[in-house]
Structure formats: structure tokens, C-alpha cells
Nanobody, 126 residues
């Protein structure tokens, strides 16, 4: 079974930066798209960023575009989310996700992903 483990969350001040990491245990890694999602208290889980298996294609939600950068290291089987200029609206539990099927594309819906991490808490104080 595929296992994903997020890390890097914490408590920061508005305007600060954080880098989230996601370690993936699956045998193969580069053929699978991955994504970052987040869920704030009392709100639905929302899309944050996606990346193709080879790391060439990426996209971000409008709310984080220009501030967040998704990347991956296929040699180390790691997914990253660099978050800059954080504000209180970014406070949420952040999840990484991976598909169960090979794909050259990227996916924006949480329903497209089969494997999820436990999440890491990001809290931005004002």
C-alpha cells in the first residue's frame, strides 16, 4: 500500500514562509501526478497545487498563485510545497495526495486521488 507522510507545518507570523514536504513510500513515483490540498476549520477541503509525474507541468489555485510553488524530487520520492507571504487565510491542515493510476496529466479534484497523507497543520498568526 502507498503511504504518504507530510511534514514541515508549524506556527508562523503573517508574511513568513514555510516549506512542506511529503515523503512517499510507493515503489514507483515519477509516473504519478500529485497534489496538495488544504482544509481550514469549518470549511471544505480545497485544491492548492498540482504537479505532473515528471514535474514539468504544475498549476496552483488562484488563491495561492504567485505565493506557493509545488515541486518534486523523483529520486528521493519527495513532494514539496514552498509557501511564501503566508497570511491568516492560509491557516489549515495541508494534505498531499497521489493517484493510483499512471498518468501524464494533472488533476485538480480531490476525487481523482487515491492516496492521502495524514496532514500537517499550518497556522499563520496575525
Amino acid at each position: 500500500q502507498v503511504q504518504l507522510v507530510e511534514s514541515g507545518g508549524g506556527l508562523v507570523q503573517a508574511g513568513d514562509s514555510l516549506r512542506l514536504s511529503c515523503a512517499v513510500s510507493r515503489r514507483t513515483f515519477s509516473s504519478y501526478p500529485m497534489g496538495w490540498f488544504r482544509q481550514a476549520p469549518g470549511k471544505e477541503r480545497e485544491f492548492v497545487a498540482v504537479i505532473s509525474g515528471n514535474g514539468v507541468a504544475t498549476d496552483n489555485a488562484d488563491s495561492v498563485k504567485g505565493r506557493f510553488t509545488i515541486s518534486r524530487d523523483n529520486t528521493k520520492k519527495m513532494l514539496f510545497l514552498q509557501m511564501n507571504s503566508l497570511n491568516s487565510a492560509d491557516t489549515a491542515v495541508y494534505f498531499c495526495a497521489a493517484t493510483a493510476r499512471f498518468s501524464i496529466g494533472i488533476y485538480y479534484s480531490s476525487s481523482a486521488y487515491d492516496y492521502w497523507g495524514q496532514g500537517t497543520q499550518v497556522t499563520v498568526s496575525s
